[in-house]
T-cell receptor
């Protein structure tokens, strides 16, 4: 699996957009970018994933650069409840056999301030 | 749907004791995973399974065994617990499908294990 690099922490003001960067310069052609978050000590929660096109769902937007070497997770209007550790993961799709698994790094700690 | 349920939620073991952690999912998922998380660390994959009757090693499999006798259950065993196995254990499951949206994995709420 390709590795990812994330800054250890960042903060943003409540109500503002939070832009979380991730570098994955060794990503291969069939690997997706996944984002998960972990609030306090709970189990990780899926946010979004994408291959090469930008993606948006009810939680967030994912912007992937044209060369696919980096991506940005955007929380459009951060709330205090978005304070969490956010993991950027690169992996083959979960439906392609034994090599399809999620490898978590240390993630980025997002602190949303009032 | 209960999703992914882990049993027990908390446990204290003495060094050398054995125990089994149970993970149950009711979503008919093919894939199941066991992770451990230590303070300040991300999750590390212990073992995983891509279907009933199959298991495979992850990053940190030593000291653990697993079984997937039924599709809905994935058991993690510690034969002789050591203090280094003090951790929070998370189980997860995911679909097998050609639809990209189903790249999502669902996690349980964790089992906090202390080995003294």
């Amino acid at each position: 699996d390709a590795k990812t690099t994330q800054p250890p922490s960042m903060d943003c003001a409540e109500g503002r957009a939070a832009n979380l960067p991730c570098n994955h310069s060794t990503i291969s052609g069939n690997e997706y970018v996944y984002w998960y978050r972990q609030i306090h000590s709970q189990g990780p929660q899926y946010i979004i994933h994408g291959l090469k096109n930008n993606e948006t769902n009810e939680m967030a937007s994912l912007i992937i650069t044209e060369d696919r070497k980096s991506s940005t997770l955007i929380l459009p209007h951060a709330t205090l409840r978005d304070t969490a550790v956010y993991y950027c993961i690169v992996s083959s799709p979960l439906y392609t056999g034994a090599n399809s698994k999620l490898t978590f790094g240390k993630g980025i700690t997002l602190s949303v301030r009032p | 749907n209960a999703g992914v349920t882990q049993t027990p939620k908390f446990r204290v073991l003495k060094t050398g004791q054995s125990m089994t952690l149970l993970c149950a999912q009711d979503m008919n998922h093919e894939y199941m995973y066991w992770y451990r998380q230590d303070p300040g660390m991300g999750l590390r994959l212990i073992h995983y399974s891509v279907g009933e009757g199959t298991t495979a090693k992850g990053e940190v499999p030593d000291g653990y065994n697993v079984s997937r006798l039924k599709k809905q259950n994935f058991l993690l065993g510690l034969e002789s617990a050591a203090p280094s196995q003090t951790s929070v254990y998370f189980c997860a499951s995911s679909y097998v499908s050609a639809i990209p949206r189903t790249g999502e994995a669902f996690f349980g709420q964790g089992t906090r294990l202390t080995v003294v």
